[in-house]
């Protein structure tokens, strides 16, 4: 089993929402950077979104700044993406991630994967047009 799980993708329309979820079933991400990547048919694993380890600071790629919000709680370790406003061009799987523990939140590296540890086996996200 990956060390982390998604949940909650699935097909809708666009314009509708989902909320993804991610957990860590053996262990705690707390004290952690969190990341959501997603991956569309050959195209390379791009950056969505991230959020550091209080829960206090955010960012968000340009596509979907003001569509989509990343939150978390530490007690059970889970991270969410709310994804409104969907758009075909949103269709991918989607992973979370966790940082590694020298990653800097105020970096540009905090949108590389190279700079991620842990993955899950990601969820589908197909919207229609």
């Known amino acids: 089993q990956a060390p982390l799980v998604e949940s909650g993708g699935g097909l809708v329309q666009a314009g509708e929402s989902l909320k993804l979820s991610c957990t860590a079933p053996r262990f705690t991400f707390a004290m952690y950077i969190m990341g959501w990547f997603r991956q569309a048919p050959g195209k390379e694993r791009e950056f969505v979104s991230a959020?550091?380890?209080?829960?206090?600071?955010?960012h968000y790629a340009d596509s979907v700044k003001g569509r989509f919000t990343i939150s978390r709680v530490d007690t059970p370790s889970t991270v969410w993406l709310q994804m409104d406003s969907l758009k075909p061009e949103d269709t991918a799987v989607y992973y979370c991630a966790m940082g590694q523990d020298r990653l800097n939140f105020f970096s540009d590296d905090v949108r590389l994967p190279s700079e991620y540890t842990y993955w899950g086996q990601g969820t589908q996200v197909t919207v229609s047009s």
């Open positions: 959020i550091s380890w209080d829960g206090g600071s955010k």
